[in-house]
C-alpha cells in the first residue's frame, strides 16, 4: 500500500502541531497560579507594611478588603485577619472584620458550588454565621439554600440508587427506589 507525499507531508505536520500544544501546556499551566501568588504576594506586603494602628493602616486594610473582594483567597483572609485583629478602634476594626466576613462567606459559598459535598457547604453556613448584617447575610443565606437542596437533591438520588439488598442467595444486588 503506498501513501502519497500529502498524506505523508500532513501526518509530519499534525504531530509537530501536537508537539507544539503539548510544550505550550507545559509551559504556561502554572501562569495563573503564579499570578495569584504575585497578588497574594503584594497584597501580603501592604497590610505588614508596619504594625500601629493609624489611620493610614486602615486605609492599607481597607484598600487590601477591596482587592481580596476581587480576587479572594484563603491566605489572603488568613493574613488580613491578622491585619485586622491589631486594629485598636473598636469601631473600625468592626467594620473591617464585617467586611472580611461577607468576604470569608462568598469564598465559602464559591467553594461549596464547586465542590458540592456536605461538608463544604457546613463550612460555608459557619462563615455566613459569623456575618451580623442582616441584608448580607440574608443574601449569603438564600444562595447557600440552593446549593444546599442541590446536595441534598443528589445525595437523595445517589442514595436511592445504590441501595442494595441481600438476596437468598446471599449476594448483594443493586436495586432502584423508582417510589421517591
Not at 497574594?40 to 473582594?69: C, G, M, R
Not at 458540592?116 to 451580623?132: G, H, M, P, W
Request: no cysteine; aromatic share 6%; glycine share 2%.
Amino acid at each position: 500500500m503506498k501513501q502519497s507525499k500529502s498524506e505523508f507531508f500532513f501526518f509530519i505536520l499534525s504531530i509537530i502541531l501536537v508537539i507544539f500544544l503539548g510544550a505550550a501546556f507545559f509551559i504556561f499551566r502554572d501562569s495563573e497560579s503564579k499570578a495569584e501568588k504575585i497578588d497574594y504576594q503584594t497584597s501580603s506586603q501592604s497590610t505588614t507594611t508596619s504594625s500601629s494602628t493609624s489611620e493610614e493602616d486602615t486605609t492599607n486594610i481597607e484598600q487590601s478588603l477591596a482587592s481580596l473582594k476581587a480576587n479572594p483567597t484563603q491566605d489572603g483572609i488568613s493574613s488580613l485577619q491578622a491585619e485586622i485583629d491589631k486594629v485598636s478602634d473598636g469601631t473600625k476594626k468592626a467594620q473591617l472584620q464585617e467586611e472580611l466576613n461577607v468576604i470569608a462567606a462568598n469564598l465559602a459559598i464559591t467553594t461549596a458550588d464547586s465542590l458540592r459535598t456536605a461538608d463544604s457547604v457546613n463550612a460555608a453556613q459557619e462563615a455566613i454565621n459569623k456575618v451580623s448584617d442582616a441584608t448580607s447575610k440574608a443574601n449569603l443565606q438564600a444562595e447557600l439554600d440552593t446549593i444546599s437542596q442541590a446536595v441534598s437533591a443528589a445525595a437523595t438520588a445517589t442514595q436511592s440508587y445504590t441501595d442494595t439488598y441481600e438476596d437468598e442467595t446471599g449476594s448483594a444486588a443493586l436495586t432502584t427506589d423508582y417510589a421517591q
